[in-house]
């Protein structure tokens, strides 16, 4: 027999395979991946908590009145959050505004109607509306440019930017425009 045949069959001969797994050791590496991810959730969570700590000088939010009167404009599509005004990374989670959550618009004579199934519905009054305009992005959420409908509004001492994102969103446009001809209208009027 030739030495590679031999080795072969001597190979072949030794029907004791190695140990696949060290189970104490995956169970442990397991057990801790998971003591760390839920940690990390629980820091995610405290931290989330303390900035509405923070915020806690933000007024209840107004709910819609009786009456609103007659819709100029509804929109259905998602509530992407709110920030202090100009500072598009600064989110405020203060009475629900930082959850993000399905939305229907309604806009009246009377302000801006914000029902968000799931969430805290809120209602800006006309008066308090500052402006309308697009952007690309807020809080987490970056989109494409003018993908975004962001209107500003004031709130106890705070100017607070809410970006909302239409299902449709050739509707924006239309948003923006409405919008601030009532809120030029209303300034003037002041």
Do not use: C
Not at 14 to 38: I, N, P, Q, Y
């Amino acid at each position: 027999m030739t030495p590679v045949t031999l080795l072969a069959a001597s190979l072949a001969a030794e029907k004791k395979s190695a140990e696949v797994t060290d189970w104490a050791a995956r169970v442990g590496w397991l057990v801790g991946l998971a003591l760390f991810v839920a940690l990390v959730y629980w820091l995610m969570r405290e931290g989330w908590k303390w900035r509405g700590t923070l915020q806690g000088d933000i007024p209840e939010l107004p709910a819609s009145p009786e009456e609103p009167g007659e819709a100029r404009l509804t929109m259905s599509g998602r509530y992407h959050g709110s920030t202090t005004a100009g500072e598009w990374l600064d989110r405020i989670v203060a009475h629900g505004l930082g959850t993000r959550s399905r939305v229907e618009l309604t806009l009246t004579d009377a302000g801006l109607d914000v029902v968000r199934p799931g969430a805290t519905d809120f209602f800006v009054p006309l008066a308090q509306l500052r402006e309308a305009r697009l952007d690309k992005g807020i809080a987490g959420k970056v989109l494409t440019e003018g993908g975004l409908l962001v209107v500003t509004w004031a709130h106890g001492e705070r100017l607070i930017d809410s970006g909302f994102r239409s299902d449709h969103a050739a509707e924006h446009t239309e948003w923006v425009d409405t919008l601030n001809q009532m809120i030029n209208k209303t300034e003037g009027a002041r």
